[in-house]
């Protein structure tokens, strides 16, 4: 070993020249931006494309949208979803879901469901926090499905914008479909969108 | 008849040529183009096409082009020609069918996802497949709903007017209940009148509808197809034995559709003859019971008066111990068994060879007891067959039709659809000869009403016509000259002015049935609830088989004399033994070889011959005492027979009453034992229908609660008796059936038996027939002026269909007697006024209704109710020979109340 070599070693080790190295990495770092965020004290931004809970929407009039037709049924991988449809009967030839459960736990998150969906009742929203003790209670029926559209009506409504299925309110009632309106007399004028 | 096959079975059509695609083709003389090209296998979409009936040519689908044509020309209403060269495909082809779909999407509603039709939609299917994406000028309907009928919805703004609907019901089922109507500038469909729908209730038109506007209110919005489980089986309800599918959804049946669709659209029209596929009310809309509320889910036994529910083990072994202990205190023949003919054949073979085998008695009877075995036994008595000789396509192609007393499109509606066929598609002329005004008479080219209760004395007069007038068939006649000696003898103090006075038929018309009868070269009788059920059923049955012997209709192929049963199984009841007076395979019990056969494939003695009893001697010895045990599997006696016969007094003698049924029913409530058993939705199994067809019946859900079918009951049963049967499923009993019965089940295609008289003639005929034709004693002076009749409804069958609620929605019980309206006027009678009627059994107060079925001089109650319990007024009449109790008609008075 040379004594150029020998030097430097002994000055390294009466310098902690290691530890100053090392600690090069630490002290860059406080100058930084931090990479992580205090969740659930801070919460991320979601883009509106997120494929979080589902939801059941309303039209702003309060109606339900859903139509009970059963395609998210047929649609759904997981078969997570079950639709029990009737008549209503205070609107002859109104179909509307009487029962509508998501079972969550099997959920896939794939938003087939949402696109099979002829009127755009259901919606992906930016929720994904519903942990629970109890499993049962990730059997969404259909009034926490409601609750849940209510509650993040804008996130949905996002939602569908941003996968093209709905451009705007305005729009919302227009669809691939013309669903007879029900008519309570042969007199009855057609409905403003469809005349 | 438009442009069908010449659809005279006696006239073969001549056979054209024509090319097809390049391809030359043979087809008959007449056939629509649209046939021709089916026959091939080349489809062509067509909307309003069924092949049941004639082409309408509405939809504008079934294009082709003609050489020689400039537009293209529509296959369906075209008739084929020597030398016509078709193309059927081609992308201007495919341009010009698209249109057609446009056309008729542009006024359809958008609206698959709540369509109960959506994935089963003809327009939808076609515009998937001619690739309509994009329609211009949509204009819309807004048509209200019609919901007015009971179980029907007519959506017409989903209606493109092909008139399948229309076709279907005045074409195959001559109802005629729809019509076209311009509403609100669209042509719709409509009851009648745009009454509300007022109608047999088939649902044919509902199966025929190729878009969702006709729907079906029992399943509307409920499920989509892709959903249901589909199942064929055959239906439950009469003895028509039509094949159905019964679309259940886990537990729970949705609802039923038949082979009649817009789906099966193609075929031949001669294929008809041996059924259209489609349903009536009953199998279509009376499915409801099969997952009613209160169906029998678990045992019941009897604890201190009442009934308790038990788990199926404890019920087993109390059972099993009360039986043994009464079978080693009383011996066998203090047991007896009584069964429904709606249970399967698999079923009946096992409980006659439980009450034969494991308990050993002979106390045994099926509810073919009520009516069938007096054609049953008469049948096998003079020509060696019990059953009907004929099959639907014999009565399709019939040229003379007789119906005595045979309601038939109320008590068998698929039969009745044959005989409909035969008097549109095959002209064949139609005699009716009943005392009420039923449907069939309204469409029959001789339609008479006799006096009630005179069947009997009509086929006297008919004989005596037939031999009056020479229309004797020599040749078969000249067989066996001494029995037609005796005949005459027998026949030679009937007088025909004495029987027009007492049956209200005037001499003439004896003389023309007479002559339609023996002159046409293929005549058929059918005698159903007016003679089997009736005194002297057994009598008039041989009278029958005279009739058609001296015109030499017996055993001539497309001839015969036939019946209909009203259960479904009555038939199967027979064959499988199921009766006192028959072993399996309808051998006769004290027939030596037979016995030998079945006592060692069951390795027992057989009971001895003699012994045995049938369903009113049952009764009878219960009342007595000398039966102290009896097991009833389906039946209801009680509800059925009169209280005359006092039921009740004989069922609470017993020391054990095991009843076994999916319902608590009157029987039920009296029983220890109470064994909740599966529907025919829930098990496998065989039908025999009334041709002698034996039908399959498949499991179409997982049974009800704790309820397990009767096979299954009764194999541990006998087990726990002591028998060593091993049987896992139907199948291995069907194997049994199979090995014992050789060619029973035959593919469900009955063997061809002629039947022959000969050996009947020549011995012991001479004797017989000389008591069977008494002079007519005018017994014509009845103190009481009215006859009350009791019979089927067409909504109905037994007590069954009361079940249902969609069956009871459409025919409730209106607790009315009905009569005719002029009776009415005469006694001052409003709808819904009370009467007190009388019997000689007593008297009831009941209201009167209208009902323009309704004879003057009759009143009509039907069967299916006991509320309020007309049939108690009923007296019963038991044939000596065949024991069939006889208590559907009585001489009443109606006086204002």
């Not at chain 1, 009970?68 to 609107?91: F, M, N, Q, W, Y």
């Not at chain 2, 509403?183 to 509902?206: H, I, M, R, T």
């Not at chain 2, 003379?400 to 659809?417: D, K």
């Not at chain 2, 409730?812 to 009569?819: D, E, Q, S, V, Y």
Request: hydrophobic fraction near 40%.
């Amino acid at each position: 070993m040379s004594v150029a070599a020998l030097t430097k070693k002994i000055l390294h080790a009466a310098l902690f020249y290691e530890i100053w190295d090392a600690m090069k990495v630490t002290f860059r770092h406080m100058l930084h931006r931090p990479m992580t965020f205090q969740y659930p004290r801070e919460q991320r931004t979601i883009p509106d494309t997120h494929r979080g809970a589902l939801g059941l929407l309303r039209y702003d009039d309060g109606q339900e949208r859903c139509v009970g037709c059963d395609l998210c049924e047929v649609a759904c991988p997981s078969h997570c979803i079950k639709v029990i449809s009737a008549e209503d009967t205070t609107r002859p030839l109104q179909r509307y879901a009487s029962e509508f459960y998501i079972d969550i736990t099997k959920c896939v998150f794939c938003g087939y469901c949402v696109e099979a969906c002829p009127v755009n009742a259901l919606a992906m929203t930016k929720m994904y926090e519903y942990s629970t003790h109890d499993k049962r209670s990730l059997l969404f029926d259909k009034k926490r499905l409601y609750d849940i559209g209510e509650r993040h009506l804008e996130d949905g409504k996002k939602y569908l914008y941003a996968h093209n299925q709905e451009k705007d309110v305005e729009q919302s009632r227009e669809y691939r479909y013309y669903f007879p309106q029900s008519v309570q007399k042969s007199t009855q004028s057609p409905p403003k969108h469809l005349s | 008849m438009g442009l069908k096959p010449a659809t005279n079975p006696d006239v073969e059509a001549a056979t054209i040529e024509l090319s097809i695609d390049g391809k030359s083709v043979t087809a008959k003389d007449g056939v629509s183009l649209y046939d021709v090209i089916a026959m091939t296998g080349k489809i062509i979409p067509a909307m309003c096409y069924h092949y049941t009936f004639d082409p309408f040519g509405s939809c504008g689908m079934c294009l082709v082009m003609q050489e020689g044509k400039k537009a293209p020309v529509r296959s369906c209403t075209a008739k084929a020609a020597a030398g016509m060269v078709i193309r059927t495909e081609g992308e201007d082809l495919f341009l010009a069918r698209k249109k057609a779909v446009e056309k008729h999407l542009s006024v359809h509603p958008l609206d698959c996802p709540v369509c109960d039709a959506d994935g089963h939609c003809e327009l939808q299917d076609m515009a998937f497949q001619h690739g309509v994406t994009n329609l211009a000028n949509a204009k819309q309907k807004f048509i209200p709903e019609d919901t007015r009928s009971p179980v029907l919805d007519f959506n017409m703004n989903r209606c493109i007017a092909c008139a399948e609907c229309i076709n279907v019901c005045k074409d195959v089922l001559m109802i005629d209940a729809l019509q076209f109507m311009k509403k609100g500038g669209f042509n719709q469909v409509v009851a009648k009148g745009d009454l509300p729908l007022n109608c047999e209730f088939c649902g044919d038109c509902l199966a025929v509808c190729p878009v969702g506007a006709i729907t079906n209110k029992f399943s509307k919005y409920l499920y989509k197809p892709w959903q249901i489980k589909k199942t064929t089986t055959t239906c439950n309800y009469c003895g028509d034995g039509c094949q159905m599918y019964l679309e259940t959804k886990d537990e729970e049946v949705v609802r039923v559709t038949s082979p009649l669709s817009w789906k099966n659209k193609w075929g031949d029209r001669s294929e008809t003859a041996k059924g259209h596929g489609g349903l009536c009310v009953r199998g279509r809309f009376g499915f409801e019971y099969l997952d009613s509320q209160d169906r029998l889910t678990q045992p019941l036994v009897r604890e201190g008066g009442q009934l308790v529910r038990k788990p199926w083990l404890e019920t087993m072994h109390l059972l099993v111990d009360r039986l043994t202990e009464i079978k080693s205190k009383y011996g066998a023949d203090a047991i007896g068994g009584l069964v429904t003919a709606r249970c399967t054949n698999e079923e009946l073979y096992l409980f006659q060879k439980l009450m034969r085998a494991g308990v050993g008695t002979n106390n045994i009877d099926s509810s073919a007891r009520y009516g069938h075995m007096n054609f049953v036994l008469a049948s096998k008595h003079a020509v060696g067959l019990g059953r009907m000789p004929n099959d639907w396509e014999d009565l399709t192609k019939a040229k003379a039709i007789i119906l005595i007393g045979s309601n038939i499109t109320e008590t068998n509606p698929l039969t009745a659809v044959r005989v409909k066929e035969a008097v549109r598609v095959y002209k064949a002329q139609v005699v009716t000869l009943d005392s009420a005004i039923t449907n069939i008479a309204k469409l029959a080219s001789h339609p008479f009403l006799i006096k009630p209760g005179t069947e009997g004395m009509v086929i006297d007069g008919l004989v005596k016509a037939v031999i009056d007038q020479d229309l004797v068939d020599e040749e078969t006649v000249g067989k066996h000259p001494k029995a037609f000696e005796a005949l005459k003898s027998a026949v030679a103090n009937v007088s025909l002015e004495q029987a027009s006075v007492l049956t209200g038929l005037p001499v003439a018309a004896f003389k023309e049935i007479a002559a339609i009868f023996a002159e046409s070269p293929r005549s058929i009788v059918l005698c159903a609830e007016g003679i089997v059920r009736r005194p002297n059923g057994y009598q008039n049955v041989l009278k029958v088989m005279d009739l058609a012997w001296i015109t030499g209709k017996l055993g001539r192929a497309g001839c015969g004399v036939n019946t209909v049963t009203e259960e479904p199984n009555e038939q199967g009841a027979v064959d499988m033994g199921a009766a006192p007076e028959f072993l399996p395979g309808q051998a006769r019990f004290d027939d030596p070889g037979a016995r030998e056969r079945f006592a060692t494939a069951w390795d027992i003695s057989l009971p001895p011959v003699g012994s045995g009893a049938h369903l009113i001697e049952i009764l009878k010895r219960c009342k007595g005492g000398q039966i102290k045990a009896l097991y009833i599997l389906g039946e209801n006696p009680l509800a059925t027979l009169p209280a005359s016969m006092e039921v009740r007094a004989a069922l609470e003698r017993l020391e054990l009453l095991v009843v076994q049924d999916p319902f608590l029913t009157d029987t039920g409530k009296l029983a220890h034992f109470v064994l909740p058993a599966c529907t025919y939705a829930e098990k496998d199994g065989t039908f025999t229908n009334l041709e002698g067809r034996v039908l399959r019946v498949r499991q179409a859900m997982d049974p009800l609660g704790e309820s397990v079918p009767d096979w299954h009951i009764l194999t541990a049963l006998a087990n726990a008796m002591g028998c060593q049967w091993e049987y896992q499923s139907a199948n291995d009993i069907q194997a049994e059936i199979m090995k014992l019965l050789p060619g029973y089940y035959n593919l469900g295609q009955p063997r061809k038996i002629a039947p022959v008289p000969d050996q009947y003639l020549s011995n012991g005929y001479t004797a017989e027939v000389k008591g069977r034709y008494q002079p007519i004693s005018p017994s014509g002076e009845h103190t009481r002026p009215f006859s009350l009749l009791m019979g089927q409804l067409l909504a109905h069958s037994g007590k069954m269909s009361t079940q249902a609620p969609g069956l009871i929605k459409i025919a409730p019980n209106t607790g009315k007697l009905r009569m005719n309206i002029r009776d009415m006027e005469r006694l001052g009678l409003q709808d819904g006024a009370k009467v007190r009627v009388t019997s000689d059994r007593g008297s009831l107060q009941l209201g009167v209704q209208p009902d323009q079925s309704i004879a003057p001089g009759t009143c009509f109650f039907p069967e299916h109710f006991n509320e309020p319990p007309v049939k108690d007024l009923m007296t019963v009449l038991v044939d000596t020979t065949t024991g069939v109790p006889s208590f559907k008609q009585i001489w009443v008075s109606v006086e204002p109340a």
